[in-house]
């Protein structure tokens, strides 16, 4: 089976060019599973019920998200009643929503789970411990974690600490694609940043004139989206579904 994981969708922007590219991109790589990073898909960041329908229409089977999970004051209701859009796992017990998300494909199941980083992040539960807790939950090898996190060196630590117990760690967040995919030893895909989709010719998908402002005279800013050319980034994960383990890991970049 493979997967396409879509890294950090940026704004109205970056759906919007996600739609034009989405059918032909799925058709390239003829993937089974679609999921896509939403926590920025939202104008201004974060995501609402608009942002997290259309990346559903657009063919997203689970969207992920990060720091900005509770960006809107919706927030709430938005994940009361969209199952497939989870937050990350490792936020207190009593936090609404859900950190991991079970697809049933028929011959196999597939678990998507989330967590956030804590290094230069938020003081939550340690990723480490929380995802020994969930494992010890989850009923089908086929494992992919959406790792958003700012350090680099936290991202690889846990994709060594998780090779050969799950299929894919898919470091998140910095919205910068790197170029270590690679399978590790045990059998896990892994990279340290899948990227963003969005304004490539920006600040991480915002306007380099306010964001170089804000860095010049460090007083706050409103940021905007960049009105520029579009690219999207990912991973397309080839795996066995009867193990789990990964077979390849592939980056895309389409501009």
Known sequence: ????????????????????????????????????????????????????????????????????????????????????????????????????????????????????????????????????????NIDTPNIFLDFHAEATAEKKVMGYYLDGRVTAVIGTHTHVQTADERILPGGTAYITDAGMTGPEDSVLGVDIEAATEKMRLHIPTRFTEAQTACFINGVVVDFNEKTGRANSIERICVR
């Open 1 to 136: 089976m493979r997967l396409m994981f879509i890294g950090d969708v940026v704004g109205a922007v970056g759906c919007n060019f996600l739609a034009s590219k989405i059918k032909s991109l799925r058709e390239r790589y003829l993937t089974d599973i679609l999921v896509v990073n939403g926590e920025n898909s939202a104008t201004g960041n974060g995501v609402t019920a608009a942002s997290a329908n259309m990346l559903t229409r657009l063919g997203a089977d689970v969207i992920t998200t990060g720091n900005h999970a509770f960006k809107r004051h919706e927030a709430q209701t938005i994940y009361d009643n969209i199952p497939h859009l989870i937050r990350p796992a490792n936020f207190p017990e009593g936090v609404y929503g859900r950190g991991v998300h079970v697809l049933d494909m028929g011959r196999a199941k597939i678990a998507v789970v989330n967590l956030l980083g804590t290094a230069f992040l938020e003081p939550l539960d340690n990723p480490l411990f929380k995802i020994d807790s969930i494992l010890e």
